[in-house]
């Protein structure tokens, strides 16, 4: 029995070798090519004769005025700035829904949970307008303050949290003679922590790669985030570097794959706990 | 799971939790009516402003000419009228179902797939987990659909691939016939959120049915159509509701690897409307495009959900197995 067992675990192991092997080919491919000329992009080898280091020095430097740190930067700024928003706003508003009593909370809950499926172009234009009103067309306003607003699946990820807290201790709490207040900062909050660490992985994640909003609100190049600053490098020059390209391209992504692998596994269960995204 | 992970609902659907939350959580009297409205204010307040106004002037501007220079100008259903006869529209339209129709399945399929050969006590699987993760992660970037443009071209490394098994090399983003599938394949490629989500609810399903079924003779099979699917229909379900809303919102990868050409073949609906709203500053029409998208969403996701009481089990005596 335990023999058939272990032939079939080997079966797997070679299936998910091999599958995986596949799904990660382009990635090998993206950090070779990244080393390698733009002719030797296009010959059918997965690694560079000769490393070319270069293309990531080059890279780096290869848009006028500004290199990339400055897009680095602005990414980082605008990242740290919106999931610490998140983060906050998030957790006071899942507190609200998850422990406190008021009229029509029922309705507002249905209604967040709604806003989930509601598609970002149809508030696209009015915000558009409305930000545009307020002469915030090229700041970080109208990226930053929507997260004011918590963002409805983290207040859905925190009030699962939240739920699973026995009610009990801030009911004590509140027979001591502490606030609300006091006891979503004293009580719930600390408890909250994985889920408020789940939160501030995703919010930095998505923000990072974020190329809409940035894409209509922000027109100069000082302001751009990398993604923006990637668009640029791809269309200003007629033939691409590609190996520049590629190089600074995958210096892009290693932000979100690192926190990725630092906090795993909140993340792998974040996912599984409501994975509304992806 | 220990106390100090995410606690999982009881199946992962979005309804399930709504449900739960409801029942639980949503009994007794006001004890902070105040409070409440003071907790949920920067919630509240961010959907009164930006989401529930911003909905009815999108309404209101779907029946206006504007272009954001000049007051928007009521023309009634105008701009209905001119989608009715623009090719594009149904062009965009065209596009838009068919890379939902061939990317959502295929995504999911390939997530179960996975999920149920990692569904067993196997050494490394967070190893398999993290690389099967890792396109989800990166695949919505621009970096990423920088490498599909490069991977796909006429020197690209599918090209290479297509020359060493002896199939004549194409341009595959150049051509109309196979540049909507590049994108389709980087949306299966990503399949490794759902694969988790799968993950879980598979775990979820209580090994008594497996051991009952099994002293009783079923095979593998059997056990499959009979226990697995339906006990996961639920979370199919869920994946399947928000695999379908996101793609039809399907922009960045358009707008980077193809942007919208050849010919118009990857011009999304999302990509569409952005070219109308900010290409040409008719804002009108693409607040009417916008409009569309909710309904044909809305009427999407109403008949998954009626087409759910047909395929999707509940467990409703038995509420609560772990």
């Known amino acids: 029995m335990t023999g058939a067992h272990n032939k079939q675990n080997w079966l797997v192991h070679v299936l998910m070798i091999a599958f995986c092997f596949v799904m990660f080919y382009p990635v090998l491919w993206w950090i070779g090519a990244s080393f390698k000329s733009t002719p030797e992009i296009s010959l059918p080898t997965l690694f560079p004769k000769v490393w070319l280091w270069q293309n990531y020095t080059e890279g780096w430097m290869a848009l006028p005025k500004y290199t990339f740190t400055r897009f680095f930067m602005n990414s980082l700024k605008l990242n740290v700035a919106t999931t610490i928003i998140h983060v906050i706003s998030a957790s006071l508003v899942a507190f609200g829904f998850a422990r406190l009593n008021f009229p029509l909370k029922g309705l507002w809950f249905s209604i967040l949970l709604m806003t989930l499926m509601l598609p970002g172009q149809v508030t696209l234009i009015p915000q558009y307008t409305m930000f545009h009103s307020f002469d915030w067309i090229n700041t970080y306003l109208p990226l930053i303050v929507p997260s004011a607003m918590g963002g409805a699946f983290f207040i859905f990820l925190i009030v699962q949290f939240i739920r699973s807290i026995p009610r009990e201790l801030d009911e004590s709490a509140k027979i001591d003679g502490c606030s609300w207040f006091g006891i979503y900062l004293r009580i719930v909050m600390p408890l909250t922590l994985p889920a408020l660490i789940t939160v501030t992985i995703f919010s930095f994640i998505w923000g990072w790669d974020e190329y809409f909003g940035p894409l209509i609100y922000l027109n100069t190049v000082d302001k751009y985030t990398v993604p923006l600053a990637l668009r640029m490098f791809i269309d200003s020059q007629s033939a691409v570097p590609w190996g520049q390209l590629l190089a600074v391209s995958l210096l892009s992504v290693l932000p979100p794959v690192v926190i990725f692998f630092l906090a795993q596994k909140h993340f792998v269960e974040g996912i599984a706990t409501s994975g509304l995204k992806g | ?322």
């Open chain 2, 1 to 322: 799971m220990n106390a100090q992970t995410v606690q999982t609902p009881d199946k992962a659907g979005l309804y399930k939790g709504m449900e739960a939350v409801a029942n639980k959580t949503f009994k007794g009297r006001w004890n902070a009516p105040l409070a409440g409205y003071l907790f949920i204010a920067p919630w509240l307040l961010g959907f009164l402003i930006l989401q529930l106004w911003p909905i009815i002037q999108s309404f209101y501007l779907s029946f206006t000419e504007y272009s954001l220079l000049e007051p928007a100008r009521w023309i009634g259903i105008k701009n209905f009228q001119d989608i009715a006869h623009d090719r594009l529209f149904f062009n965009s339209l065209k596009v838009t179902f068919l890379y939902v129709i061939a990317s959502v399945p295929l995504k999911l399929l390939v997530a179960l797939a996975i999920a149920l050969l990692l569904n067993r006590n196997i050494r490394g699987i967070s190893f398999y987990r993290t690389i099967i993760y890792l396109p989800s992660l990166i695949g919505g970037s621009l970096a990423v659909a920088v490498l599909w443009r490069n991977i796909f071209g006429l020197n690209g490394f599918i090209n290479q691939l297509a020359i060493w098994v002896g199939i004549a090399p194409k341009n595959w983003i150049g051509t109309p016939s196979t540049a909507l599938g590049t994108l389709v394949l980087l949306t299966a490629w990503q399949f490794g959120s759902s694969m988790i989500i799968f993950l879980a609810g598979l775990k979820q399903i209580p090994s008594e049915l497996y051991e009952a079924a099994s002293v009783d003779g079923a095979s593998p099979l059997r056990k499959f159509i009979r226990i697995t699917l339906p006990m996961l229909s639920p979370v199919i379900l869920f994946n399947l509701i928000m695999g379908i809303i996101n793609a039809f919102q399907m922009f960045t990868s358009a707008f980077v690897v193809t942007n919208g050409g050849p010919v118009n073949s990857t011009e999304m609906f999302a990509l569409f409307l952005y070219n109308k709203a900010f290409g040409s500053l008719q804002m009108g029409y693409a607040s009417a495009l916008a409009w569309i998208l909710l309904v044909i969403i809305g009427i999407a996701t109403a008949l998954n959900f009626i087409a759910s009481k047909y395929w999707v089990f509940y467990e409703t005596e038995t509420e609560g197995r772990k």
